[in-house]
């Protein structure tokens, strides 16, 4: 009897044993199965989920080929005044900063000797005007011969000549400005003796400003005049002022390669100043390239790429030299044709041969992808 027990004992732990087995690799068949579809539901779900990116067209620009060069600004016109004769300066009719027209008069010399001559010579055209006037008189009725009446024509003619020359060196006794524009400091003061050599003051005309440059020779070819410039100068950061090139030199400085040019800019607010420095710039357009955004450049061992969006969709990269980097765009040559739809954000998540969501578009670049994740979706329901 004992031993039918122990028997009977062992059967019922088999038996259990065997269930719990069964039930156990039961629940773990099912796991692997429901594991198994998981990843299929997963990957559609990522297909769904295609990057989303912003895209911009290629579009064609002109290279700029840019000149810079340093000069040095000089006046339209600057003239040093200087008296006509010798003699003491009574007075000056302007100052430092004056503004003056073209014949206006700025200085006085002492003119009492002219002021004399004038005179003298007006006394003796009035006496050569009687006696022009007794000797027509006397030729009339014979008294006078025809020599006399000629000789007191040309007396009169003489002495007018005289008053004209007198009349010419009191007016010069006063210094009239050469130019319009504007006098500088006086190196001289009223009661100042001066000579025809003294300079008393300086007029600029500087409503309009002269820079020359030195033009490295390559550029020679490209020069016009009238091309225009733009003029910076280093007293005032951040303006510029516009202008053009007023004449080129007939020849290149063998010595430095160099050629000489001069631009013109203007001063409509009179802040420029002769002897003031510039930076100028100018423009020389040249060949087309294609022009992409600045964020869509990207870097690898093989040199600068772009991602472009092909007409099915997908997203190939395509080798992108670097021509020229401006403002808004950077220039580049490669493969491109203009239009072609360029990424610019979200360039960290697309891969070669991948599908992309357009912002703004609505959907997918590859619109099979969605649909495709669908089908395997239901298939794993």
Do not use: H
């Given at each position: 009897?004992?031993?039918?027990?122990?028997?009977?004992?062992?059967?019922?732990?088999?038996?259990?044993?065997?269930?719990?087995?069964?039930?156990?690799?039961?629940?773990?068949?099912?796991?692997?199965?429901?594991?198994?579809?998981?990843?299929?539901?997963?990957?559609?779900?990522?297909?769904?989920?295609?990057?989303?990116?912003?895209?911009?067209?290629?579009?064609?620009?002109?290279?700029?080929?840019?000149?810079?060069?340093?000069?040095?600004?000089?006046?339209?016109?600057?003239?040093?005044?200087?008296?006509?004769?010798?003699?003491?300066?009574?007075?000056?009719?302007?100052?430092?900063?004056?503004?003056?027209?073209?014949?206006?008069?700025?200085?006085?010399?002492?003119?009492?000797?002219?002021?004399?001559?004038?005179?003298?010579?007006?006394?003796?055209?009035?006496?050569?005007?009687?006696?022009?006037q007794r000797m027509a008189?006397?030729?009339?009725?014979?008294?006078?011969?025809?020599?006399?009446?000629?000789?007191?024509?040309?007396?009169?003619?003489?002495?007018?000549?005289?008053?004209?020359?007198?009349?010419?060196?009191?007016?010069?006794?006063?210094?009239?400005?050469?130019?319009?524009?504007?006098?500088?400091?006086?190196?001289?003061?009223?009661?100042?003796?001066?000579?025809?050599?003294?300079?008393?003051?300086?007029?600029?005309?500087?409503?309009?400003?002269?820079?020359?440059?030195?033009?490295?020779?390559?550029?020679?070819?490209q020069l016009r005049i009238?091309?225009?410039?733009?003029?910076?100068?280093?007293?005032?950061?951040?303006?510029?002022?516009?202008?053009?090139?007023?004449?080129?030199?007939?020849?290149?400085?063998?010595?430095?390669?160099?050629?000489?040019?001069?631009?013109?800019?203007?001063?409509?607010?009179?802040?420029?100043?002769?002897?003031?420095?510039?930076?100028?710039?100018?423009?020389?357009?040249?060949?087309?390239?294609?022009?992409?955004?600045?964020?869509?450049?990207?870097?690898?061992?093989?040199?600068?790429?772009?991602?472009?969006?092909?007409?099915?969709?997908?997203?190939?990269?395509?080798?992108?030299?670097?021509?020229?980097?401006?403002?808004?765009?950077?220039?580049?040559?490669?493969?491109?044709?203009?239009?072609?739809?360029?990424?610019?954000?979200?360039?960290?998540?697309?891969?070669?041969?991948?599908?992309?969501?357009?912002?703004?578009?609505?959907?997918?670049?590859?619109?099979?992808?969605?649909?495709?994740?669908?089908?395997?979706?239901?298939?794993?329901?």
């Amino acid at each position: 009897m004992k031993n039918w027990k122990q028997i009977a004992v062992c059967v019922v732990v088999a038996a259990a044993a065997f269930g719990g087995w069964s039930w156990y690799n039961a629940e773990r068949t099912e796991t692997q199965s429901t594991a198994s579809v998981a990843p299929s539901a997963g990957q559609n779900s990522g297909a769904r989920n295609a990057p989303l990116v912003v895209v911009k067209p290629a579009q064609k620009q002109v290279v700029n080929d840019k000149l810079s060069a340093i000069g040095t600004g000089v006046a339209l016109n600057t003239v040093a005044v200087t008296p006509y004769t010798s003699g003491t300066i009574r007075q000056f009719l302007v100052g430092a900063g004056t503004v003056v027209k073209k014949d206006q008069v700025i200085a006085e010399l002492d003119a009492e000797n002219e002021q004399i001559a004038v005179e003298k010579a007006q006394v003796l055209l009035k006496d050569a005007e009687i006696t022009q006037q007794r000797m027509a008189t006397l030729r009339a009725s014979n008294t006078a011969t025809q020599v006399q009446v000629v000789a007191a024509d040309l007396a009169l003619a003489t002495a007018k000549l005289a008053v004209k020359d007198a009349q010419l060196a009191l007016s010069r006794r006063s210094v009239t400005a050469p130019i319009a524009g504007i006098v500088g400091i006086l190196p001289v003061d009223a009661g100042n003796y001066v000579t025809s050599s003294t300079t008393i003051a300086t007029i600029d005309d500087r409503s309009k400003l002269l820079i020359d440059i030195w033009v490295p020779e390559r550029f020679a070819p490209q020069l016009r005049i009238g091309q225009a410039v733009t003029a910076m100068p280093t007293a005032l950061p951040g303006k510029s002022f516009q202008g053009q090139v007023s004449a080129v030199d007939n020849m290149i400085d063998p010595a430095s390669r160099t050629l000489r040019v001069r631009a013109e800019i203007t001063n409509p607010s009179d802040v420029l100043r002769a002897g003031m420095s510039f930076t100028i710039s100018i423009l020389f357009p040249g060949d087309q390239y294609l022009a992409v955004d600045p964020l869509s450049i990207q870097w690898d061992g093989d040199g600068s790429y772009v991602w472009r969006i092909t007409k099915d969709g997908k997203v190939e990269r395509v080798a992108a030299r670097i021509i020229q980097r401006n403002a808004n765009a950077v220039l580049v040559d490669g493969a491109l044709t203009e239009g072609d739809t360029i990424v610019t954000e979200g360039v960290q998540n697309v891969r070669e041969g991948g599908s992309v969501t357009i912002k703004g578009a609505g959907n997918t670049a590859s619109p099979k992808e969605p649909a495709t994740a669908q089908a395997n979706s239901k298939q794993a329901g």
